[in-house]
């Protein structure tokens, strides 16, 4: 068993994350296996519901309508619940246990139809036996309420970055706005997801910010997606490079070692790693990946090379 620490101070995250790499594996590698089941990563997919023309304007999603111009991303209106729940059904078949379905909206549509439609998919997934998943934008404890009833395990709601790099990648939503719809969630009985992205120009310090204020939630998130931007041509960060794969394993390492009993899910980035550096993710202490060849709007790895992964490495899906 570890203890699990809620007062992380950014010097320390800071240390960790610029420790000798095999020192911050070793660390990891020991929380992890004190924690959870060795040699298991749970499969999770993904769905865009309702994709593109999203009022916010973050700087690295291919979804923003202010850069819809340039990206050309086709605005879509909501799924239909059977069309859903058949995508559900074909995750699970394929080897999935979370789906987690996307939706481009700043916050759920606080009446109508939309919504109704959300918590039959909700109850349509949950019924297939697999865990269901949302992210939706910001929500009110009505909201969350009403999600939890329907039986949702998660809802996904990342703080991308630092507080004070924030403003750089977002300006039409505070970050308090998105700690707020976190304690909705925390209140409601469903689980926190949320998580980040890397390559988008932050210092080491925004990283160790961001884990020290994810870390610091009492309690801590049940999962934390770490995502590598994926530079997408016509948003404002299309032209970033890619980052050092090492440094999406030593956010991964360092977030085991911080959320010792937190599922930290390899999320988007995934593709440009190669089966080595997905392997050191995963020795780091990822539990969790996303799986399926698409993630919301951009390409995600071949299933089956996926699935060849866990046999070469000699773990099981849980
Ligand atoms: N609209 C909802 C929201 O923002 O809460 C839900 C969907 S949004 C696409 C979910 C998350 O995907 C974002 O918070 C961000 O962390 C991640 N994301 C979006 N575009 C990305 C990209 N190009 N590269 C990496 N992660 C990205
Ligand atoms: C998360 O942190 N990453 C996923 C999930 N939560 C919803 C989304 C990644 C999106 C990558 C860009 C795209 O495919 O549109
Ligand atoms: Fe909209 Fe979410 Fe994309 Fe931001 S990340 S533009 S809120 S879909």
């Known amino acids: 068993m570890t203890d699990i620490r809620t007062d992380w101070k950014t010097d320390e995250v800071l240390e960790l994350l610029e420790a ?52 050309g991303l086709k605005k879509e209106s909501l799924m239909d619940v059977d069309a859903v729940l058949e995508k559900a059904q074909m995750a699970k078949d394929a080897g999935a246990s979370r789906f987690c379905m996307g939706a481009a909206w700043k916050e759920i549509p606080k009446k109508g139809e939309d919504f109704d439609k959300v918590i039959k998919m909700v109850e349509g997934v949950t019924d297939l036996g697999m865990e269901a998943c949302v992210t939706l934008g910001m929500l009110n404890q009505e909201q969350a309420d009403r999600l939890a009833k329907a039986g949702l395990k998660a809802y996904n709601h990342n703080l991308d970055t630092s507080p004070e790099f924030y403003e750089k990648i977002i300006t039409t939503r505070t970050y308090q706005d998105r700690l707020d719809t976190l304690e909705c969630v925390r209140n409601s009985g469903v689980t926190i997801c949320s998580g980040g992205i890397i390559g988008m120009g932050e210092t080491m310090t925004d990283r160790a910010r961001m884990l020290e204020i994810l870390a610091n939630l009492d309690p801590q998130p049940e999962s934390v997606p770490i995502n590598a931007l994926v530079p997408v041509a ?37 593709e440009m790693l190669n089966r080595e550096a997905q392997i050191l993710c995963l020795m780091a202490g990822a ?30 899906v849980a």
């Open 20 to 71: 000798p790499l095999m020192d911050l594996l070793y660390k990891a590698q020991g929380v992890h296996r004190a924690n959870h089941e060795d040699n298991t990563v749970q499969l999770a997919s993904l769905l865009s519901i309702k994709t593109g023309a999203c009022p916010e304007d973050c700087k690295y999603c291919p979804q923003s309508a202010h850069y819809a111009k340039k990206t």
């Open 234 to 270: 016509g948003t404002p960060m299309g032209e970033r490079t890619r980052v050092d794969p090492l440094e999406l394993v030593r956010m991964v390492a360092t977030a085991r070692i911080m959320m010792p009993k937190t599922r930290v899910r390899l999320s988007a980035g995934r």
């Open 287 to 316: 539990n969790s990946i996303f799986y399926g060849e698409k993630l919301l709007t951009t390409a995600n790895n071949d299933t089956l090379e996926d699935q060849k992964m866990i046999e070469d490495a000699g773990m099981k």
